[in-house]
T-cell receptor
């Protein structure tokens, strides 16, 4: 099976802009989670979608949103970008409770 | 709030040495995973342990899940430079949310 793919791999945006990141899970995986990773804060959970419904949510402001489509592909959106949003954004898919499989991540730089 | 504390945070050892990384919580998890991450890449799943007291071995890596399913350990025998990376543990909560540990950054010197 193909692994989790994320696009784009790298992105540079200006403060105040918005951005949309995409994630295609492993075929058959219905759960998709998003994480933000920074050197100072480590891996922070954003949200999880299961069968097109948000099942879990982390402690991030409303500027961070996501959705999942009927084919399990997921997108996350960040509006009104701030410098502190610069990070590696990781998507992970899973089937049942056997652990998560991560994509390579999208490196977002906000200037 | 469920938390997973990993220790040590940083570890620098010589090739051939043994090491153990710990992952501790006051919460019970239905399963626990260990991941290894290299710079600029996503974490890679190494193992999932489910049963309290379970021990799994992958070549030179030994993973153990505590009897009460609140803690875990990763032991590496005869570490090699290729073992260098960030090791993360993660526990699965009752609401299907994965709680990640604080991470252990390992460097193995040749």
């Amino acid at each position: 099976k193909a692994g989790v793919t994320q696009t784009p791999r790298y992105l540079i945006k200006t403060r105040g802009q918005q951005v949309t990141l995409s994630c295609s899970p492993i075929s058959g995986h219905r759960s998709v989670s998003w994480y933000q990773q920074t050197p100072g804060q480590g891996l922070q959970f954003l949200f999880e979608y299961f069968s097109e419904t948000q099942r879990n949510k982390g402690n991030f402001p409303g500027r961070f949103s996501g959705r999942q489509f009927s084919n399990s592909r997921s997108e996350m959106n960040v509006s009104t970008l701030e410098l502190g949003d610069s990070a590696l954004y990781l998507c992970a898919s899973s089937e049942r409770t056997s652990g998560q499989y991560f994509g390579p991540g999208t490196r977002l730089t906000v200037t | 709030t469920q938390l997973l504390e990993q220790s040590p945070q940083f570890l620098s050892i010589q090739e051939g040495e043994n090491l153990t990384v710990y992952c501790n919580s006051s919460s019970v998890f239905s399963s626990l995973q260990w991941y290894r991450q290299e710079p600029g890449e996503g974490p890679v799943l190494l193992v999932t342990v489910v049963t309290g007291g379970e021990v799994k071995k992958l070549k030179r890596l030994t993973f153990q899940f505590g009897d009460a399913r609140k803690d875990s350990s990763l032991h590496i025998t005869a570490a090699q430079p290729g073992d260098t990376g960030l090791y993360l543990c993660a526990g699965l909560s009752g609401t299907y949310k994965y709680i990640f540990g604080t991470g252990t950054r390992l460097k193995v010197l040749a």
